[in-house]
């Protein structure tokens, strides 16, 4: 049994996000990580939110599109279990980010993949919910096996990540390696 506690704070009026959507992808991601008990906020926000927290709370002065707080006492991992801990985190997405970051991807590609805004949202969810639960991207091998489980997580929703569709069938990757920290911030 699951006793999750999903919170959404939507301050924000560049993507239509679906946050039943973004309420069952976070609970998908804690109970495919071993999670039965958590209180996990997300905050669907801009640049100016955002923007400023990456500044302060890993000093890097850019826009980014996520990061993630762990707020209990961090017991419990991917590869240690959960029992009896109850996960507290909070999820902070840059809408505006996945807006630009869609935007640029049509204007380069033609593959005819199909892949918006509001499905970018849900990645960046996805990847901060794994950093909540323990998951690093902070290596070449950390970072597929995160880029797998977002695969995963969001094919549960029918939704094939572009890196993930081109790696099949040839989209050009964005380029865009965004750094990673322990607030957790950016997909790398």
């Given at each position: 049994?699951?006793?999750?506690?999903?919170?959404?704070a939507?301050?924000q009026?560049?993507?239509?996000?679906?946050?039943a959507?973004?309420?069952?992808?976070?609970?998908?991601?804690?109970a495919?990580?071993?999670?039965?008990?958590?209180?996990?906020?997300v905050?669907?926000v801009?640049?100016?939110?955002?923007?400023?927290?990456?500044?302060?709370?890993?000093?890097?002065?850019?826009?980014?599109d996520?990061?993630?707080?762990?707020l209990?006492e961090?017991g419990?991992?991917?590869?240690?279990?959960f029992?009896?801990?109850t996960?507290?985190?909070?999820?902070?997405?840059?809408?505006?980010?996945?807006?630009?970051?869609v935007r640029d991807?049509a204007?380069a590609?033609?593959?005819?993949?199909?892949?918006?805004?509001?499905?970018?949202?849900?990645?960046?969810?996805?990847?901060?919910?794994?950093?909540?639960?323990?998951?690093?991207?902070?290596?070449?091998k950390?970072?597929?096996?995160?880029?797998?489980?977002?695969?995963?997580?969001?094919?549960?929703?029918?939704?094939?990540p572009?890196?993930?569709?081109?790696?099949?069938?040839g989209?050009?990757?964005?380029?865009?390696?965004d750094?990673?920290?322990?607030?957790?911030?950016?997909?790398?």
């Amino acid at each position: 049994m699951h006793e999750f506690l999903i919170e959404i704070a939507d301050r924000q009026s560049h993507v239509a996000v679906d946050h039943a959507d973004v309420r069952g992808l976070v609970a998908r991601t804690l109970a495919d990580a071993g999670v039965t008990r958590a209180e996990i906020s997300v905050a669907l926000v801009d640049h100016a939110v955002l923007r400023p927290l990456n500044v302060r709370d890993l000093g890097h002065d850019y826009e980014t599109d996520v990061l993630s707080y762990r707020l209990d006492e961090g017991g419990g991992s991917p590869a240690g279990g959960f029992d009896g801990v109850t996960v507290e985190g909070e999820v902070v997405v840059d809408c505006e980010t996945a807006a630009e970051t869609v935007r640029d991807w049509a204007a380069a590609d033609a593959s005819g993949i199909a892949w918006n805004a509001a499905a970018e949202v849900l990645l960046y969810v996805t990847h901060g919910v794994l950093h909540v639960v323990g998951y690093d991207d902070a290596t070449e091998k950390e970072r597929t096996t995160m880029r797998t489980r977002e695969a995963a997580l969001l094919g549960t929703l029918g939704l094939t990540p572009p890196e993930i569709a081109s790696a099949a069938g040839g989209v050009a990757d964005d380029g865009d390696d965004d750094e990673a920290g322990s607030a957790a911030g950016g997909r790398q």
